[in-house]
């Protein structure tokens, strides 16, 4: 028997059903499918021969899915009803007790939340392959000089290790962001019903055991509505996306004849349909890309929970496919940024080059005029004084005459020519945190470290 007098509209049919997507869930619906049953038998809701049977045909389809043999039928609106459905099939009537004391609305709850967990795990793997390789190439590349820029202008000049342990240090901070996500999936919506609870005296506690979470939702109502978790992970993977698309356009940048500081390996770039001299970094050009795909996802489900009001609606539908979207971007962009960077290579001398221009050195000119007691912004002006007839004549600033030093910086003298000859104003960096040997190397130990405490 129906509520409704007649059937669906074909094309509502096609705008309400979810199995072509939501067919990924399978494996966790089985699961935790199975733990429900067990719980069912120790609260003597159904007879032990109803759950050995209700396992049985449980098992079958698992093995159907695993095999790549399991049907969806035009009628299964999502993969939940196409479980229930074949789970008759296989049992008969006592696969109908299979819904016993649950809600397709704390089911679907929880296999995201499972889902959720799972996948942030993966992300934290990959988080930890890419941020080994990360200080692998900074220990190779331990002293190689390089300028560093900001407003995409030469600045002040680093370490090429220094520089890659900044994206170490941003992709631990998204280590942390799928741990919260992990924390975020704890408690289990399972049990919760349709919005308000069962009518069985269920041991929700029991079943968040055997599915190896920490606790229970407290409220039915926040338990089928909640979809934070997902927003979580989505905001998780974009801030990471994001990390991976700066990276990957300074790549795109070094690789360029323009800078000539690197160039990706063959398996990583690909040609020209025309121009049979281009090598192009198209992988790092994708990583690029993918940023604002996984950040339009978070957007999306933004615009999903808007103002929703509780509990279930099925707005809610539209969560799974920018969640697992993203979800399969962020791997497979995690993965590819990896092995792009074990076989990337860099041109030592072209970086020590752009990273020997002694305008790079006017910070430092400005600092040996404050420990000779000018207020640094006066010494500020003076060295930008410099710089400009440097510029203007087109000469380097240790190309100045000391009649000119004389005129524009009498406080300097000869050891203004000194500090610019022996380029070791890298060097000067000794704050903690700073770009000087001794200060990259200890930062160096403090990633070993949090690598070691990230995989206790």
């Given at each position: 028997m129906s509520r409704f007098s007649s059937p669906q509209d074909p094309r509502f049919r096609a705008l309400n059903s979810s199995v072509s997507f939501d067919y990924r869930l399978a494996p966790y619906d089985l699961e935790q499918s199975r733990a429900h049953v067990r719980m069912l038998a120790r609260c003597q809701i159904i007879e032990p021969d109803d759950m050995t049977e209700l396992e049985r045909g449980l098992e079958e389809i698992r093995a159907e899915i695993d095999g790549d043999r399991f049907q969806v039928l035009p009628e299964d609106e999502d993969v939940h009803m196409a479980i229930e459905r074949r789970l008759i099939e296989i049992v008969g009537p006592v696969g109908g007790k299979l819904q016993t004391a649950r809600s397709r609305n704390d089911q679907v709850a929880t296999d995201l939340a499972m889902f959720v967990r799972a996948h942030s795990l993966n992300a934290q793997e990959a988080l930890l392959d890419l941020m080994r390789g990360l200080v692998d190439l900074a220990e190779r590349h331990l002293d190689w000089q390089m300028p560093g820029y900001t407003h995409l202008q030469r600045a002040q000049p680093v370490y090429l290790?220094?520089?890659?342990?900044?994206?170490?240090?941003?992709?631990?901070?998204?280590?942390?962001?799928?741990?919260?996500?992990?924390?975020?999936?704890?408690?289990?919506?399972?049990?919760?019903?349709?919005?308000a609870g069962v009518n069985f005296e269920t041991s929700r506690m029991s079943v968040a055991h055997d599915l190896s979470f920490q606790g229970v939702v407290e409220n039915s109502i926040d338990a089928v509505s909640n979809r934070d978790f997902v927003i979580d992970y989505l905001s998780a993977a974009a801030t990471c996306a994001t990390h991976l698309s700066q990276l990957a356009s300074e790549i795109v940048l070094w690789s360029s004849e323009e800078f000539g500081f690197c160039e990706v390996s063959d398996g990583f770039a690909s040609g020209s349909s025309i121009m049979p001299q281009k090598k192009n970094p198209d992988a790092a050009e994708l990583l690029r890309a993918?940023?604002?795909?996984?950040?339009?996802?978070?957007?999306?489900?933004?615009?999903?929970?808007?103002?929703?009001?509780?509990?279930?609606?099925?707005?809610?539908?539209?969560?799974?496919?920018?969640?697992?979207?993203?979800?399969?971007?962020?791997?497979?962009?995690?993965?590819?940024?990896?092995?792009?960077?074990?076989?990337?290579?860099?041109?030592?001398?072209?970086?020590?080059?752009?990273?020997?221009?002694?305008?790079?050195?006017?910070?430092?000119?400005?600092?040996?005029?404050?420990?000779?007691?000018?207020?640094?912004?006066?010494?500020?002006?003076?060295?930008?004084?410099?710089?400009?007839?440097?510029?203007?004549?087109?000469?380097?600033?240790?190309?100045?005459t000391e009649d000119e030093l004389g005129e524009l910086a009498p406080q300097l003298g000869s050891e203004f020519y000194e500090l610019l000859s022996d380029g070791g104003w890298i060097e000067s960096k000794v704050s903690e945190g700073g770009t000087s040997l001794a200060r990259v190397r200890e930062q160096l130990a403090r990633a070993r470290h949090a690598l070691e405490e990230a995989t206790r």
């Open positions: 290790s220094h520089h890659l342990l900044a994206y170490f240090w941003k992709f631990r901070r998204d280590l942390g962001r799928f741990g919260f996500c992990m924390r975020a999936t704890d408690d289990l919506p399972l049990g919760a019903g349709a919005l993918k940023a604002p795909r996984v950040a339009g996802g978070l957007v999306a489900l933004h615009g999903v929970l808007h103002a929703l009001p509780l509990t279930y609606n099925k707005d809610l539908q539209e969560d799974k496919e920018h969640l697992f979207d993203a979800v399969d971007t962020l791997e497979l962009s995690l993965a590819a940024a990896s092995g792009m960077l074990e076989e990337i290579s860099f041109d030592r001398e072209r970086l020590a080059t752009a990273a020997q221009d002694d305008l790079l050195g006017a910070t430092d000119v400005a600092d040996l005029l404050v420990r000779r007691g000018v207020p640094f912004r006066e010494s500020h002006g003076i060295v930008a004084g410099l710089v400009r007839r440097a510029v203007e004549s087109g000469r380097q600033l240790s190309e100045l």
